[in-house]
């Protein structure tokens, strides 16, 4: 049973971290040392973050853009130990904020105290506790730790939310039907599912949008006005220079706010993690994975020109000439992609569409969604990656940027990507484009795009 392990969901532990700020402070005084005693209740009792070593082939991103690792087990080794000052120590973190203010790359899971001994046990030389390097800093000695926690004393803690929520078990697929019509009847239905999943993406999006501006820094911006306000009613004209400053720091808060990252971070939290939608769009990406087959390319499907121009022969497709067409628009741009749509679904000759959409595509600047740490996006169907090509996306539907690319340019990206081709998206539809049709329609100065990428 393939197990599925959920990385950098967000944890706070304000209590915690409130303490770990006292200690410090009491460490330094002699007449407070008997405080410190007070955190290790709270250590026991609390989930902790701690970095974890998972192999970039088991790394998937959901559509949600969270991140998961997919293997036989979810027993990966955790990155416990760290330098510091000439020694090694356990390094553990008491929140999401205080890990990411570390700047460290590794993804992260919740743990408890139990990790540490665990540690200590398997190395000698650890000599304590670290928590929250690079912030606030507490250090605890091995022997203090070992007098504190008596390892068979230790609390036992609730399962975390998550694995409350969310599905553990990675899905199974079902037998490919057999039969023509019954392969078309599993294609609608996974159409609809896919389609019903990127728009529940796209109003899950909208709603953390919404939440993020309800962070301190848009109650800032309410109260900024409203003083500006008051003062207006008070001193009349003489207000002028006042309110001005006041609407100006308003404004600014207000920008600020909105798209600084830890309110868009705060927004996906609740959203997505308390109010359960990563949980709503786990089940429905578990169905469209659990109906895929495994192969899609070589059963019968309803558009079957499409099935036929990917089995010819690089020569018998007529190369697109190498010269930029007029700018299309996006409003063109997406008719073309719809009226192909619209032949495929009424089981019309699509080559002609199919010709002229791959043409314009060529040269028509694409966008493609980033993720929270800046890379660009990659979606999965089945279990294949592809290179998501938005046709003028919604902001929910990329809420982190997008990158403007061109048809020839991404195909220099999926030569540099782990992926097996494209999704053209727009108005919740999607076309999937393999390399090897990408090869022949836009392969064109492909080594002299490439060059270029590989370089920036």
């Known amino acids: 049973m393939m197990k599925r392990l959920f990385l950098n969901l967000t944890l706070t532990n304000p209590r915690l971290e409130k303490e770990i700020r006292e200690t410090i402070i009491a460490q330094s005084n002699r007449s407070q040392r008997r405080e410190r005693q007070d955190i290790y209740p709270l250590l026991e009792k609390s989930w902790l973050l701690a970095p974890i070593a998972v192999p970039q082939s088991q790394l998937r991103v959901l559509y949600s853009g969270y991140q998961v690792a997919i293997g036989q087990t979810a027993n990966y080794p955790l990155s416990l130990l760290l330098e510091k000052a000439g020694q090694t120590y356990v390094q553990l973190y008491s929140s999401t904020a205080k890990y990411e203010a570390s700047a460290q790359d590794l993804p992260t899971v919740w ?12 190395t000698p030389e650890v000599a304590g506790l670290l928590l929250n390097d690079g912030t606030d800093e507490l250090m605890v000695s091995r022997d203090e730790l070992q007098r504190q926690f008596p390892r068979h004393e230790l609390a036992r803690l609730r ?8 599905a553990t078990d990675f899905p199974k697929r079902l037998p490919v039907p057999g039969g023509n019509e019954a392969w078309q009847t599993r294609q609608k239905e996974i159409d609809q599912i896919s389609n019903a999943l990127e728009e529940l993406r796209a109003k899950t999006e909208k709603k953390a949008r919404r939440a993020a501006k309800g962070s301190s820094l848009h109650q800032l911006t309410v109260g900024l006005l409203v003083v500006a306000l008051i003062v207006l009613m008070r001193l009349g004209r003489h207000a002028l220079l006042p309110m001005g400053v006041l609407l100006f720091l308003a404004l600014a808060s207000a920008v600020y706010g909105y798209r ?5 971070t705060l927004g996906r939290w609740l959203v997505y993690e308390k ?3 990563l949980a709503k769009m786990l089940q429905m990406e578990d169905e469209l994975y659990r109906l895929s087959a495994k192969v899609t390319t070589t059963k019968p499907v309803p ?9 010819m022969e690089p020569e018998q497709i007529t190369p697109v000439p190498d010269q930029h067409p007029e700018t299309v628009s996006d409003e063109e741009m997406t008719g073309f992609f719809t009226a192909y749509l619209a032949a495929r679904r009424e089981r ?7 010709d002229d959409f791959l043409t314009v595509a060529r040269y028509y600047r694409f966008s493609i969604p980033k993720q929270v740490d800046g890379k660009l996006a990659i979606y999965y169907y089945a279990d294949q990656a592809y290179l998501p090509l938005y046709i003028a996306p919604t902001e929910a539907m990329a809420p982190f940027g997008t990158r403007q690319v061109t048809g020839q340019q991404a195909l220099a990206l999926v030569a540099q990507l782990d992926v097996v ?5 727009a108005n919740n539809q999607r076309i999937m484009l393999p390399t090897d049709i990408l090869q022949k329609r836009w392969g064109e100065k492909h080594d002299k795009l490439l060059c270029k990428f590989a370089s920036r």
């Not at 399962?159 to 969310?166: K, S, T």
């Open 111 to 122: 743990v408890r105290a139990s990790v540490i001994f665990d540690a200590l046990e398997q």
């Open 159 to 166: 399962a975390p939310w998550y694995e409350r929520q969310l």
């Open 260 to 264: 600084h990252p830890r309110g868009r």
């Open 275 to 277: 109010r359960g939608g």
């Open 303 to 311: 558009d079957q020109s499409e099935t036929r121009k990917s089995e």
């Open 348 to 354: 019309k000759d699509v080559s002609q569409h199919y």
């Open 421 to 425: 081709g494209v999704q053209i998206r």
